[in-house]
């Protein structure tokens, strides 16, 4: 996969999909390009003549009147869907200011980087005590976080907790409840619902893909509703980033699962989106799928793109994620996900040795730090401290003077899992209702 | 934002490519208006006494116009609720597309075949007609204003139609009760023919005029009405809005 992005080129964004008319050179008129103004152009001589031939057979005049309008209409049409074929002016206005650090597009070579600040920058995802009830029962309660620019967000939880209903109501598909949030800077109501659309992208964990097209057709759906110009390059590219260029114009419904949901995640990327939502994106994909999903999230981080994942797999959001929330019904926890093992779990050291000790107890009470120990099933000991670095020497000490043969003295680290179980002790999507 | 073509077009585009390789819409849109047309030619081409030919050709031609009501109902039953059930809604609803948009593509798409179908068959027809019909019958059929009416009633009769799919499908929980429901748009069309052919109402001009009318401001309004109708969150949850 082209993880590897190339840096961004400039595109002439005066150009355009293809007209359907052109403006005739000489005479006037319009002059049908596409097979739809074919059709168009076709309806509207088929009128005009059933008219014409009216007004002549049974010499009713106000025929004339009918041909007039139609005549009338398809030149308006026309010139509507025309656009003249001549190169766009240069333009004369002074580029935007550009600060050291701008954010690349999450596909390259299509976009002009956007002027970036620095951190103090207002958050791409801003949610205060946003609520969602659906009758009597609550999908989600009283939610507040904040998604920092160019962040990867994860968002995690059990089945049932509210996840996908959250990314749904901050996708504008979902009214809230309660509460309030800003969404790449703009307020979450339906006017704005629009221009958030534009501005973001949705994967849903079903890639929902139309599977009598074939995949560039399905693109080149999505790169019309996000008005998405030079849209061919643009669908080249989005192909290439997840590895599906030579499989373009196979039909959706010969592909797998896995290919599937690749071409889910072009089309994501289709509209260089300013915040992304991912909801389970590496679900049904192989090993070596997943870890190019991967380093294509690492990817649009390094170029500022904001990356909401939603996620199972709790390996993957302690490996890609910068801050994670733990949401069931309500948030649990927030934060780095060192931070919430640290706050979740005290320090602990693991001593071995080659016998068991004589008085462990005697001889752990002595060492300042060790606030408790257990001896676990495998004849290891387990110490709970206030410090493990600053323990781990004294510690060392007072077992050599105890007559300890010391195998190890190390640290235990508890992994995301270990918080997420914590947190999640229930079956959210069981419970009856 | 604005109303965007661009996004008519790429919904238009994307449902005339799905019509064209679905087998049983082809069917749909080749086979059931030829249904509707037996009848009519087999009346057309049965001699009949001048002062009854008018009456015969009027009442097959009304008919006919009966096919742009039927045909699009399979396609406009199809269209939100189908796409809901397939899985391919909820992707579209989270591109900037607005409701006006997006049901605007897809009645296009449905009635574009429509028309140009009704408007082939009566081409066909009247052809037909031409060759080997009575010579009260031709006379009868080859009036202009039995053109004017197929012009101007088949693609207001088809967009109606195609309104009150959609409609049905916005809110229907199932493709084939959408589509089922929505032959009832064909009713009022089938009641006028009906009013005709037993001289309760005396197809004119002045008659005609009014219908049309009627039936364009209906069909104006139908676009408008029916985007009200959908619901976004009542169609990805399943859910009634709150």
């Given at each position: 996969m082209n993880a590897?992005l190339s840096?961004?080129?400039?595109v002439?964004e005066?150009?355009?999909?293809r007209p359907?008319f052109?403006r005739?050179a000489i005479?006037?008129g319009?002059?049908p390009?596409?097979?739809q103004a ?15 031939a009216t007004?002549?057979?049974a ?7 009918v041909v007039?309008?139609v005549?009338?209409?398809y ?7 025309s656009r003249s074929v ?6 004369l206005?002074?580029p935007?200011?550009?600060d ?5 597009p999450?596909?390259p070579s ?10 103090t920058?207002?958050?791409a995802?801003?949610v205060?005590?946003?609520t969602?009830r659906?009758?009597?029962?609550v999908?989600?309660?009283d939610?507040?976080f904040?998604?920092a620019?160019g962040e ?6 059990p089945?049932?907790?509210g996840?996908?209903t959250t990314?749904r109501?901050?996708g504008?598909?979902l009214?809230?409840s309660?509460?309030?949030a800003t969404v790449?800077?703009l ?7 629009q ?8 994967m849903p964990?079903s ?5 009598r097209?074939s ?9 019309g ?6 849209a061919?390059t ?9 590895n599906?260029?030579?499989r373009?114009?196979?039909i959706?419904a010969n592909l797998?699962?896995g290919?599937?949901q690749?071409?889910g ?5 289709l509209n260089d ?5 991912l909801?389970?994106p590496?679900s049904?994909?192989?090993p070596?799928a997943t870890?190019?999903?991967?380093d ?6 390094s ?9 199972h797999r709790l390996?993957e959001?302690?490996?890609?994620c ?9 948030l649990?926890?927030?934060?780095r996900p060192?931070?919430?093992?640290a706050q ?11 016998a068991?000790l ?5 001889t ?9 120990w257990q001896l676990?099933d495998t004849g290891r000991y387990v ?5 493990a670095?600053a ?13 300890a043969?010391?195998?190890a003295?190390?640290?235990?680290q508890?992994?995301l ?15 009856v209702? | 934002?604005?109303f965007?073509?661009g996004?008519v077009g790429?919904v238009?585009?994307k449902?005339?490519r ?6 049983f ?7 059931l ?7 009519p030619?087999?009346?057309l081409?049965?001699h ?14 009304l ?10 109902a399979?396609?406009a039953?199809?269209a939100v609720v189908g796409e ?14 607005s409701r006006q948009?997006?049901?605007?593509g ?7 075949p429509s ?6 068959l009566?081409?066909v027809v009247?052809?037909a007609?031409?060759?080997g019909?009575?010579s009260?019958?031709v ?5 202009a204003?039995?053109f004017?009416a ?6 207001l ?5 195609i309104?009150?799919?959609i409609?049905?499908s ?5 493709v084939r009760?959408?589509q089922?429901l929505g032959?009832l748009?064909s009713?009022p069309a089938l009641g006028?023919v ?5 001289q309760?109402?005396q ?7 009014i ?8 069909d104006i309004?139908a676009w408008?009405i029916?985007?009200?109708l959908f619901d976004?969150?009542?169609l990805?949850t399943g859910r009634q809005?709150?």
């Amino acid at each position: 996969m082209n993880a590897g992005l190339s840096g961004a080129t400039v595109v002439d964004e005066s150009m355009s999909r293809r007209p359907w008319f052109v403006r005739r050179a000489i005479g006037f008129g319009w002059r049908p390009v596409t097979w739809q103004a074919w059709v168009i152009t076709a309806v509207a001589a088929v009128i005009v003549v059933f008219a014409a031939a009216t007004a002549r057979i049974a010499k009713a005049p106000a025929m004339i009147a009918v041909v007039a309008a139609v005549l009338a209409l398809y030149s308006i049409t026309a010139a509507a869907l025309s656009r003249s074929v001549a190169p766009a002016e240069p333009s004369l206005t002074p580029p935007p200011p550009v600060d050291p650090v701008p954010r690349q597009p999450a596909v390259p070579s299509v976009r002009r980087p956007e002027p970036v600040s620095d951190a103090t920058r207002a958050p791409a995802l801003a949610v205060e005590h946003l609520t969602k009830r659906f009758g009597q029962r609550v999908a989600f309660e009283d939610v507040s976080f904040s998604v920092a620019a160019g962040e990867v967000f994860g968002f995690l939880g059990p089945n049932g907790a509210g996840k996908t209903t959250t990314v749904r109501t901050l996708g504008t598909l979902l009214t809230p409840s309660a509460g309030t949030a800003t969404v790449v800077g703009l307020e979450l109501t339906e006017r704005n619902g629009q221009e958030i659309r534009q501005r973001i992208s949705i994967m849903p964990e079903s890639p929902g893909l139309y599977l009598r097209l074939s995949v560039r057709e399905n693109l080149e759906l999505f790169a019309g509703l996000f008005n998405v110009t030079n849209a061919r390059t643009r669908i080249g590219e989005a192909l290439d980033a997840v590895n599906m260029a030579a499989r373009a114009d196979d039909i959706c419904a010969n592909l797998s699962k896995g290919l599937r949901q690749r071409v889910g995640l072009a089309r994501a990327l289709l509209n260089d989106p300013d915040i992304l939502f991912l909801d389970e994106p590496t679900s049904g994909l192989d090993p070596v799928a997943t870890r190019e999903v991967h380093d294509l999230i690492v990817g649009l981080r390094s170029r500022g793109v904001t990356v909401f994942l939603t996620t199972h797999r709790l390996e993957e959001a302690e490996r890609l994620c910068d801050r994670v929330a733990i949401l069931n019904t309500t948030l649990r926890m927030l934060g780095r996900p060192d931070e919430l093992r640290a706050q979740l779990f005290s320090r602990s050291l693991v001593v071995i040795t080659a016998a068991p000790l004589a008085e462990p107890g005697h001889t752990f009470d002595e060492v300042g730090g060790v606030q408790s120990w257990q001896l676990d099933d495998t004849g290891r000991y387990v110490l709970t401290v206030d410090d493990a670095k600053a323990v781990a020497p004294p510690l060392t000490r007072a077992l050599v003077a105890a007559g300890a043969d010391v195998q190890a003295v190390y640290e235990t680290q508890h992994t995301l899992e270990d918080v997420y179980m914590e947190l999640i002790s229930d079956d959210v999507e069981a419970r009856v209702r | 934002m604005s109303f965007s073509l661009g996004r008519v077009g790429a919904v238009f585009h994307k449902e005339f490519r799905e019509f064209r390789r679905n087998r049983f819409i082809l069917g749909t849109i080749v086979v059931l208006p030829l249904l509707f047309i037996i009848v009519p030619i087999s009346d057309l081409f049965r001699h009949a006494a001048p002062a009854l030919a008018r009456v015969q050709v009027g009442t097959s031609l009304l008919l006919m116009l009966v096919a742009p009501v039927i045909m699009p109902a399979t396609l406009a039953g199809y269209a939100v609720v189908g796409e809901r059930e397939q899985g391919t809604l909820e992707p579209v609803l989270t591109t900037p597309v607005s409701r006006q948009e997006l049901l605007l593509g897809k009645a296009l798409a449905a009635f574009v075949p429509s028309v140009v179908v009704g408007y082939g068959l009566f081409t066909v027809v009247v052809i037909a007609v031409r060759i080997g019909a009575d010579s009260t019958v031709v006379d009868a059929v080859w009036q202009a204003p039995n053109f004017l009416a197929q012009a101007l009633f088949a693609p207001l009769l088809a967009a109606w139609s195609i309104w009150v799919g959609i409609a049905i499908s916005t809110r229907a929980s199932d493709v084939r009760v959408a589509q089922q429901l929505g032959t009832l748009a064909s009713i009022p069309a089938l009641g006028l023919v009906a009013l005709m052919s037993f001289q309760v109402l005396q197809p004119s001009i002045t008659l005609a005029i009014i219908l049309a009318s009627v039936l364009a401001v209906v069909d104006i309004a139908a676009w408008r009405i029916v985007a009200r109708l959908f619901d976004r969150e009542r169609l990805i949850t399943g859910r009634q809005m709150r």
